[in-house]
């Protein structure tokens, strides 16, 4: 596992219980999100690495070891940072994931809320650093 960070370490919590449960419920909504449109992949691992740095060692190192989400995580937890190719990954789900919402929404203002709150997360995802070339 080449150019990772020591795992943290916490002290022992009652809730590190708690931690663990949060930590495998948000991998298995990522990766749900990976064939299901509409449901996010980055945020659910990147919440997922969070609660297992608190709650389970081993999967905190096997995400940060992982081919795929490995290097994701690393450079959030660095600077912050999201690749420019996962943000053109977001912005073209969330385009058409907006289209659809306007081709079966119910009422119009659903679609337009919709993709209004996609706007917004996408202004947010392209004001982040990009991570600096590998």
Same mark, same amino acid.
């Given at each position: 596992?080449?150019? &990772?960070?020591?795992? $943290? %370490?916490? $002290? $022992?919590?009652? @809730? /590190?219980?708690?931690?663990?449960?949060?930590?495998?419920?948000?991998?298995?909504?990522?990766?749900?999100?990976?064939?299901?449109?509409?449901?996010? &992949?980055?945020?659910?691992?990147?919440?997922?690495?969070?609660?297992?740095?608190?709650?389970?060692?081993?999967?905190?190192?096997?995400?940060?070891?992982? /081919?795929?989400?490995?290097?994701?995580? #690393?450079? =959030?937890?660095?600077?912050? *940072?999201?690749?420019?190719? *996962?943000? =053109?990954?977001?912005?073209?789900?969330? !385009? *058409?994931?907006?289209?659809?919402?306007? @081709?079966?929404?119910? /009422?119009?203002?659903?679609?337009?809320?919709? %993709?209004?709150?996609? !706007?917004?997360? !996408?202004? =947010?995802? =392209? !004001? #982040?650093?990009?991570? $600096?070339?590998?």
């Amino acid at each position: 596992m080449p150019d &990772t960070e020591p795992v $943290p %370490t916490f $002290p $022992p919590s009652r @809730l /590190r219980w708690a931690w663990w449960l949060v930590a495998y419920l948000a991998l298995g909504l990522g990766i749900v999100g990976i064939v299901v449109p509409g449901l996010p &992949t980055v945020p659910f691992v990147l919440l997922s690495a969070y609660a297992a740095a608190r709650g389970s060692q081993r999967l905190h190192r096997w995400l940060l070891g992982h /081919r795929q989400f490995g290097p994701m995580i #690393r450079d =959030w937890q660095r600077s912050g *940072a999201v690749s420019r190719r *996962a943000k =053109w990954f977001a912005l073209v789900s969330m !385009a *058409a994931c907006a289209g659809l919402m306007f @081709l079966t929404a119910p /009422r119009p203002w659903m679609a337009i809320a919709g %993709t209004a709150i996609m !706007a917004v997360v !996408a202004t =947010w995802l =392209w !004001a #982040r650093p990009e991570p $600096p070339s590998r």
